[in-house]
């Protein structure tokens, strides 16, 4: 791992899976596994495309993955060469993060000698359409080499089968599979052309459900033997015109490879031009940040006005392909001060999806919007009411992330408040964001509860960020949140009423503006807020959680009778201790910096953190943001590195109970970013305009970026002596 290189240099079947999501590829179209050209649904290869769902049968609804067009094999006297099933000699795997350029070499030990097969790919973010692989295989003795390479249709689904209709056939040299989805027969199409630089015959074979090119040839000891293939993948749910994608693809191959390749890294070029960070003195954070960047880059969706990203980005079908709070809390502010137009993106899917909201909210009986925890397409919620298999029955358990976790519509108020204050895009208000505010904003009067002889409002029965306390009162984070989201709408409304009465006007006919606005002006004053309390004056999670058991998390671990049993939930290990999943109170105190002296948040941060399993990849970085702010950089620092190296570690969290949740950590990812923009270098809005203060770890020199701030591309430096930002 050095720069923009990472690499690895042996073959270990063990690591298939994280290696998938390490060396993944994307456009925010598609996102490709970081699988070999020879791998099957086995080695969980996944062409996983954005926004597409499918429900099969009674089983979660999930994204959906493509047929693969890369499936690619070499063979010798009837025996195939490739792992795993064949051990190589020699192996490398490794990913240039700045080009977005995938690569593998892998040497096998014939009877009469060595195969080498080589491979280069990419995911073009020039035409979202489009992936371009260059195969070559290469002996050193002169003997009979048979190459196949095509489309394999066998897809890895998690929740599947998705297809139940598939056609494989040939059409002007192009191998096309025509796919049609159970539950709304969306037609995904994958075709596949090559540029043969191999001097054979082709031959195409249609068999378990691949389509494949045949090629054999005499190769001669030491010479190397190429295709370039191109691939175009398109979805409609109106059915995809095939002719149009052969003639796509056509012209795709008229450009040929290295053309394509150059406009895909021109395009990545303008990318970097602006995402780039330069971390100086710490090669290692420098590169795992800028790693983290790449990653976000293959999930944006740039390619649309509406959508969103997923929680594990496009790796495949973990946490059925939904987006959570992890897109607004986590990975926006990356956008928002990089590329604006993919933030309000992000807004406008939440927007669109505004209708499937207050649907869940109606079916619990509140008002308003009550946005998905698991949001697919209109805002359904994907999340099961079983979320968890309970290891030592098997049998599902009841959780209530989906019911409870009421926090996520606030998440989103979050954002978009913040997408206003930093592009002074009103516009977007008036294409659905004053419904979005209101609405929310009227799910969480209509959630308040008062105890008959209290002035005050609390919020009941919810989940924090810490789901391993369910079904908890007065929970500070969401309580705070809701607050904001009332002091959010009183600020925007009362606004709007001088500045366009007419708009104003409008709301009011639907929503009763002219007496909603007191009743939350009243509300927000009188909203329970968890403070500060003893001597100690630690802010208290959710009511009685001073009163749980104290125990540290080593001796927690000693009484679990599985490695992969759940901590949360009825019966977990964590539920009735102090031990929480991820930050919570840390999360607000971030959130809202400007609640307490650093002092109190430090004592937060002392008190919460030995408490904290970080069982969430959400959690560090919130530790490290919050370090930053109380001017603890040097305990910020390990907590950044895990965020940013969140992809790069083997061997991470992947199971909760029986449940299967590896994948990419894109909100880790837009975390590390936050950490180095808003801790270290400590930017924010003051003024209507950018300030840093840095908080730089030691080991760190400076550090500098770009942003777009209002329109402006700023260049933001920042030293230990002295910092810069200025006009670009
Ligand atoms: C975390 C949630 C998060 C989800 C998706 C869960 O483990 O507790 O906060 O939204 O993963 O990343």
Redesign the pocket.
């Known amino acids: 791992m050095s720069g923009w290189l990472i690499a690895e240099d042996r073959f270990e079947e063990q690591d298939i899976a994280h290696l998938g999501n390490e060396y993944l590829s994307g456009n925010g179209f598609m996102g490709v596994r970081g699988t070999l050209d020879e791998y099957k649904k086995e080695q969980m290869v996944s062409i996983n495309l954005a926004g597409v769902y499918d429900k099969h049968e009674d089983k979660w609804r999930e994204s959906v993955n493509a047929p693969n067009p890369l499936y690619t094999f070499v063979m010798h006297q009837n025996e195939v060469y490739s792992v795993p099933d064949k051990e190589p000699v020699i192996h490398s795997q490794s990913l240039d993060f700045r080009n977005a350029i995938h690569k593998r070499v892998t040497t096998f030990r014939a009877k009469p000698g060595n195969i080498t097969i080589e491979s280069e790919r990419f995911v073009s973010m020039d035409n979202r359409h489009v992936i371009g692989l260059a195969f070559s295989v290469r002996t050193d003795f002169d003997g009979e080499i048979t190459l196949y390479t095509g489309i394999d249709s066998d897809v890895w689904d998690i929740n599947g089968p998705h297809f139940i209709n598939k056609q494989l056939y040939e059409k002007d040299g192009i191998l096309l599979a025509s796919c049609i989805t159970g539950e709304k027969k969306i037609n995904v199409v994958t075709a596949e052309g090559v540029l043969s630089k191999i001097p054979s015959d082709m031959e195409v074979v249609c068999r378990d459900d691949k389509i494949l090119r045949k090629f054999s040839f005499d190769a001669r000891a030491n010479q190397t033997y190429i295709i370039e293939k191109v691939a175009f993948i398109d979805w409609s749910e109106r059915g995809v015109s095939q002719t149009e994608c052969v003639n796509k693809l056509q012209k795709a191959l008229q450009l040929g490879y290295d053309e394509l390749k150059a406009r895909h890294i021109e395009a990545w070029d303008r990318i970097w031009d602006i995402s780039e960070v330069r971390i100086d003195g710490d090669d290692e954070a420098n590169m795992a940040l800028n790693y983290s960047i790449y990653h976000l880059n293959c999930i944006a969706p740039r390619f649309s006005e509406s959508m969103s990203i997923p929680?594990r980005g496009l790796s495949g079908q973990v946490?059925k392909g939904a987006i959570?709070?992890?897109t607004e809390m986590f990975m926006f502010d990356y956008f928002l001060y990089t590329q604006p137009k993919i933030a309000r993106t992000l807004i406008k899917y939440r927007i669109e999806t505004l209708d499937g909201a207050r649907k869940k909210a109606a079916s619990y009986g509140f008002k308003g919007a009550f946005f998905a925890w698991e949001s697919q397409e209109g805002g359904i919620d994907a999340c099961s009411d079983f979320n968890v298999t309970d290891v030592f029955t098997g049998r599902p358990m009841r959780t209530y992330f989906k019911d409870k976790q009421v926090h996520v519509t606030s998440a989103i108020v979050y954002a978009l408040k913040k997408y206003i204050k930093n592009t002074k895009d009103n516009q977007i208000l008036y294409e659905g964001g004053y419904e979005l505010l209101l609405e929310s904003a009227l799910f969480y009067k209509s959630i308040l509860v008062r105890r008959d002889e209290s002035e005050l409002y609390e919020i009941h029965d919810v989940v924090g960020?810490d789901?391993y306390h369910e079904r908890v009162n007065n929970n500070a984070y969401t309580n705070r949140m809701a607050r904001f989201v009332f002091d959010t709408a009183v600020e925007i409304f009362v606004k709007l009423r001088n500045t366009d009465p007419a708009e104003f006007g409008r709301l009011n006919q639907r929503y009763d503006l002219v007496n909603l606005i007191p009743k939350l002006e009243k509300i927000k004053g009188s909203l329970y807020l968890q403070k500060p309390s003893g001597e100690e004056q630690i802010i208290e999670q959710f009511d009685g959680y001073f009163k749980l058991e104290e125990v540290d998390i080593e001796t927690l671990r000693t009484r679990l009778l599985h490695e992969k049993e759940y901590w949360g939930g009825a019966l977990g290990v964590a539920t009735h201790t102090r031990i929480i999943?991820?930050a919570d109170v840390v999360t607000m105190l971030c959130m809202f910096p400007d609640d307490y002296s650093a002092e109190i948040m430090k004592k937060n941060w002392d008190f919460y953190e030995p408490r904290t399993e970080h069982?969430?990849?959400?959690s560090a970085c919130m530790y490290s943001l919050l370090a930053c702010r109380t001017g603890n950089p040097d305990a910020a620092y390990p907590f950044f590195l895990t965020s940013a190296k969140a992809d790069l570690k083997k061997g991470g969290k992947q199971w909760?109970g029986n449940i299967y949740i590896g994948g990419t950590h894109p909100?880790s990812a837009g975390g590390a970013w936050m950490v180095a923009v808003f801790g270290f270098a400590g930017l924010k809005v003051k003024n209507n305009g950018l300030a840093v203060e840095g908080s730089l770890p030691e080991n760190i020199k400076g550090i500098e970026f770009k942003v777009i701030f209002r329109n402006q591309l700023y260049l933001v430096r920042v030293g230990h002596d002295k910092s810069e930002i200025k006009k670009i």
Do not use: H, T, V
């Not at 069982?615 to 959400?618: A, R, T, V």
């Open positions: 929680a946490y959570f709070w992890d960020p789901e999943k991820q069982g969430s990849s959400l909760a909100a």
